[in-house]
C-alpha cells in the first residue's frame, strides 16, 4: 500500500463549483498533515495545514479523521485561479536524522476549472 | 529575501557525465532536502540535511551524492548521470528539524535531461 494515496483526478470543474479532494495515509505515526499546491511547471508551495480539529482559511476547508487515516480539501466558490495540482502530505519522523521529520507527498491530484 | 534558489533551471547531460546541483537558502533554515519528480511519481526524497554538518539517505538515494557546504548551502552531485536520472529537481528548506510542524519551502527547480 502506498503511504499517501490521493484521487487520481483530474478534476475538471466550472467556476463556482465545490471540489473535495480526498486522502489516505498508512502510517498511524504520521504526525501532521498539509495540502501543497503546485501550478503547472512550478515549484509546490504550502497551502495549508490540517488540524485535528478541521480548519478554514477563506474558500478552502481541511479536515482530518485519524482513527481512519484520511485527508480531505473542500474548495468553495471554485475559481480560475485554482486550476493547480493539490498534493496531500504527511509528515513523518525520519528513522535516522536526530528526531528529524520527512515529508511524503501523494502522487497529487489537478484540478482544473473551467469559465 | 529571494528564498531557496536553485542553479541551473535547465541542464542536459550526456550519459555518463558529471554535474552538481547548487541549491542555497537565505532564511537562515536549519533543514534542508533534495527532491525528485517525475511524472505519475510525485515527489520523491533523495537526500536531506537535518541540520549543518550531517546529512542522510532519503528514499531514492542511489547514484547521488550530497555535500552541506554550510548552513546556506547544500548540493546535489550526480558522478556518473543516467537517462533514469532526467527529472526535474527541487531542494528545500525548513526551519526546525526535530519539529513536527514543518513546512517547507521549495526552490523553483532544476529540469535535468540525460540524453
Known amino acids: 500500500r502506498k503511504e499517501v494515496e490521493q484521487d487520481p483526478g483530474p478534476f475538471n470543474v466550472p467556476e463556482g463549483a465545490t471540489v473535495a479532494f480526498n486522502c489516505t495515509y498508512s502510517?498511524?505515526?504520521?504526525?501532521?498533515f498539509f495540502w501543497y499546491r503546485q501550478d503547472c511547471r512550478k515549484e509546490p508551495k504550502l497551502l495549508m495545514s490540517v488540524y485535528s480539529s478541521g480548519n478554514e482559511d477563506g474558500r478552502f476547508t481541511a479536515q482530518l479523521n485519524r482513527a481512519s487515516q484520511y485527508i480531505s480539501l473542500l474548495i468553495r466558490d471554485s475559481k480560475l485561479s485554482d486550476s493547480a495540482t493539490y498534493l496531500c502530505?504527511?509528515?513523518?519522523?525520519?528513522?535516522?536524522?536526530?528526531?528529524?521529520?520527512?515529508?511524503?507527498f501523494g502522487k497529487g491530484t489537478k484540478l482544473s476549472v473551467i469559465p | 529575501n529571494a528564498g531557496v534558489t536553485q542553479t541551473p533551471k535547465f541542464q542536459v547531460l550526456k550519459t555518463g557525465q558529471s554535474m552538481t546541483l547548487q541549491c542555497a537558502q537565505d532564511?537562515?533554515?536549519?533543514?534542508m532536502y533534495w527532491y525528485r519528480q517525475d511524472p505519475g511519481m510525485g515527489l520523491r526524497l533523495i537526500y536531506y540535511s537535518a541540520s549543518e554538518g550531517t546529512t542522510d539517505k532519503g528514499e531514492v538515494p542511489n547514484g547521488y551524492n550530497v555535500s552541506r557546504l554550510n548552513k546556506r548551502e547544500f548540493s546535489l552531485r550526480l558522478e556518473s548521470a543516467a537517462p533514469s536520472q532526467t527529472s526535474v529537481y527541487f531542494c528545500?528548506?525548513?526551519?526546525?528539524?526535530?519539529?513536527?510542524?514543518?513546512?517547507?519551502?521549495f526552490g523553483p527547480g532544476t529540469r535535468l535531461t540525460v540524453l
Open positions: 528545500a528548506s525548513s526551519q526546525i528539524p526535530g519539529s513536527s510542524y514543518n513546512e517547507q519551502f
Open positions: 532564511m537562515n533554515h536549519n533543514s
Open positions: 502530505v504527511v509528515n513523518i519522523r525520519a528513522d535516522s536524522g536526530a528526531g528529524s521529520y520527512q515529508l511524503t
Open positions: 502510517n498511524s505515526a504520521s504526525q501532521s
